[in-house]
């Protein structure tokens, strides 16, 4: 993606995020402002606000229709859904949840889960073959035609993101790639277009943080005083507020701030054969399984 067409997609962001400064350097290194190392790119992102969020499902349709997903055993209008805690899996890259509210019994709490878009991820760190990657605007991709199977990255992933299609007879890892296909062409994510209530709000991720910060500092009665995800695991690309600490709407919040990156950058730089000999052996074998008649279908048409 050039300059010129993430200008344009990171200034869609809805609501009051402007995004006038997005593509501005950022200092470099990977902070909570989430720029690239080197990038002059920002990071994008995204503010769940679960206050704001109805239970509707529209950002699950979205996303089912976008990635060409199959349809699902109960319709996107079915509350039953809501009767069991449900993950992601390779054919729901997104998951909406209903969570008891202990403030106000009569009105549950909702709130979605995904791919966070780690800043520093574990997933692509532990991928040797480079199958997962970050992009320099944020979002972490799939390349179905480098993974060779080992599942790594769901080991790697501290939110139990990537799934893996073990019915399929040409498996491949599956979760939410920020539907980087349509930000490339100057288009939002399709879950956030989707959102009736502005619950799920795309930005740069410095943007989305301030009007988060905004949020709880206008109405500290409405929201619980923290962003999630501003450093969680060294700082996630989606964000997320609450009217309760997050632990009661099924987050992490043990997680620490510490990238998962470096607690095993201390092994790999300890075995320099590592770097040589693994990652050889790795990428053989995935030309190997491509060899086996893979069709290279990994996903929908948002994977690369
Ligand atoms: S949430 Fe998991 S799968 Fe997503 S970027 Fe972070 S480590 Fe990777
Ligand atoms: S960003 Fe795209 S792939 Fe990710 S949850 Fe939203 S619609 Fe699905
Ligand atoms: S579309 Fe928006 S309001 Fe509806 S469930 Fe998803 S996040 Fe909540």
Redesign the pocket.
């Given at each position: 993606m050039n300059r010129r067409n993430f200008l344009k997609f990171a200034g869609l962001a809805g609501g009051t995020i402007a995004a006038a400064t997005a593509g501005k350097a950022l200092a470099a290194g990977t902070g909570s402002g989430g720029g690239a190392v080197g990038s002059e790119t920002e990071f994008v992102g995204?503010l769940v606000d679960t206050t704001k969020c109805i239970g509707c499902r529209s950002?699950e349709e979205?996303?089912n229709q976008?990635?060409n997903l199959p349809a699902p055993k109960e319709s996107f209008s079915s509350e039953e859904v809501f009767k069991l805690r449900r993950d992601t899996t390779p054919e729901a890259?997104?998951v909406v949840n209903r969570y008891e509210n202990p403030k106000d019994p009569s009105k549950p709490i909702f709130a979605r889960k995904?791919?966070m878009h780690c800043n520093q991820p574990g997933c692509a760190s532990a991928c040797l073959v480079r199958a997962l990657e970050k992009k320099p605007e944020g979002p972490i991709v799939y390349n179905k035609e480098r993974c060779m199977g080992c599942r790594y990255c769901m080991i790697a992933c501290p939110f139990d993101i990537p799934k893996y299609e073990y019915q399929s007879a040409t498996p491949f890892v599956k979760k939410?790639?920020?539907?980087y296909s349509?930000l490339k062409k100057g288009e939002k994510?399709?879950?956030?277009e989707a959102c009736p209530e502005g619950a799920t709000l795309f930005g740069t991720r410095r943007e989305l943080l301030e009007e988060a910060r905004r949020r709880i500092y206008t109405e500290p009665d409405r929201y619980h005083n923290k962003v999630y995800g501003e450093h969680e695991v060294g700082g996630t690309g989606w964000l997320y507020l609450s009217s309760v600490p997050f632990e009661k709407i099924g987050m992490k919040t043990n997680l620490g701030t510490t990238p998962l990156p470096e607690h095993t950058s201390g092994f790999l730089f300890g075995v320099p054969h590592v770097f040589v000999l693994w990652p050889t052996l790795l990428a053989g074998l995935a030309y190997m399984n491509r060899d086996k008649g893979d069709d290279g279908q990994g996903g929908g048409k948002?994977h690369e």
């Open positions: 995204m950002c979205a996303c976008a990635n890259f997104t995904q791919c939410c790639i920020f539907c349509r994510p399709a879950c956030a948002g």
